[in-house]
């Protein structure tokens, strides 16, 4: 009985739950902050359709019936890849699909449910694909025990499922392999993509790839290349999405103020006898801040629980929101830094200005 007299009188008390969930929720928030001013600026491959930030943009035209390109001809390790749609998308709503072809060391994308392709899969005309779990979910079918994904009304064998334990781009990304999407295209025109490990690896590649195109243009003057720069596209929240996030926010924050001061509040003849007995101003408010701190700290690995549940939901998870509340070991440690910030400036106001306050006034 006095255990759970305690526990309503001194742990679920109203200021303490205010706080434990205003934290929660600012938990969302400082996220959703990290990931779109931290983790998207690092020109990361997961945060940027998995191409790197050294990638070279390579624009061909071609009229002629007798042209083909054959990356399989040009030295180095690299990727070679066709985007035959958005590269980056604001959303999880339109798959990220490219013709692929690699050799030697190139980037392969973690695999969660089988192997990427061999040499000698990416050559053959039979359509195969890898695709990310997003993809998988929204556009393949299934026909004889086998998946297969359907892109401009020819079918691919999904032989792989690409993707990391947390969201990322892999989850909309598709690759095509490079015979077999050419066995049955009538053009080579297009931007394509060369990437791969190391610098040094992309201008081996892209220099190769330069001196062959200038062979072909010398014997076909009907198929023009072209050299452009690649920049990395950061995923950005739309500007309407932004205001509400920023308003939501602040309205929090100032309720979670509103919070700390009626903590301090009730705490006032508290601090009004330990001033008197002889605690220093530090002390006094060490102790408090900590306490504020402490909950505030509780609130927020319960707001990680809750996210870390919604991400595991479609809805949730295809969402701006959930791409954005992606939990990293680094998101999680900046968002921290954040919490315990907030909790400290939010606490200290209070209590300084009450330390200030006439000690006999408030002992009456």
């Known amino acids: 009985m006095n255990i759970k007299r305690m526990l309503k009188e001194k742990v679920c008390t109203y200021d303490n739950i205010s706080i434990f969930l205003a934290f929660s929720i600012i938990t969302v928030f400082s996220l959703i902050l990290v990931n779109q001013f931290v983790l998207n600026d690092s020109n990361s491959r997961s945060f940027n359709s998995y191409f790197g930030p050294d990638c070279r943009v390579i624009k061909i035209t071609s ?3 007798k042209f083909i390109l054959k990356p399989q001809e040009i030295e180095g390790n690299f990727s070679f890849s066709n985007p035959l749609s958005a590269i980056m998308v604001k959303d999880y709503g339109v798959d990220s699909v490219r013709v692929f072809y690699g050799k030697g060391d190139y980037p392969k994308p973690p695999m969660a449910e089988g192997e990427f392709f061999t040499e000698e899969q990416m050559l053959t005309t039979e359509r195969l694909c890898i695709v ?3 993809a998988a979910d929204r556009n393949c079918y299934e026909e004889n025990g086998e998946m297969y994904y359907r892109h401009n009304g020819l079918s691919y064998h999904v032989i792989g499922i690409c993707g990391e334990k947390r969201a990322s781009d892999l989850d909309i990304c598709v690759f095509l392999n490079w015979g077999g999407y050419y066995a049955s295209s009538e053009t080579f025109s297009g931007g394509y993509m ?4 190391s610098t040094g690896d992309i201008d081996d590649a ?6 062959m195109m200038n062979a072909v ?7 023009s ?8 596209m950061i995923r950005v929240i739309d500007p309407v999405t932004q205001m509400i996030y920023w308003f939501s926010g602040a309205s929090i924050l100032f309720l979670t103020m509103l919070t700390a001061f009626f903590f301090v509040i009730k705490r006032e003849k508290q601090i009004a006898i330990k001033k008197l007995i002889g605690f220093s101003a530090g002390h006094i408010t060490f102790e408090l801040t900590g306490y504020f701190v402490a909950v505030s700290c509780l609130g927020y690995l319960f707001g990680l629980g809750i996210l870390s549940i919604l991400n595991m939901t479609e809805s949730f998870s295809q969402s701006d929101i959930g ?5 990293t070991p680094l998101s999680v440690v900046l968002s921290l830094a954040i919490i315990v910030l907030l909790a400290v400036i939010i606490s200290v106001i209070p209590v300084m200005k009450t330390f200030k306050s006439d000690t006999s006034s408030v002992l009456r």
């Open 63 to 65: 009229t002629s019936e």
């Open 132 to 134: 990310g779990s997003i």
């Open 194 to 197: 060369l990437d791969g490990v």
């Open 206 to 211: 892209f220099f190769n790839l330069i001196e």
């Open 217 to 223: 243009q010398e014997e076909d003057h009907d198929v």
């Open 225 to 232: 290349c072209k050299m452009g720069e690649y920049e990395p």
């Open 323 to 327: 791409y954005f509340a992606t939990i």
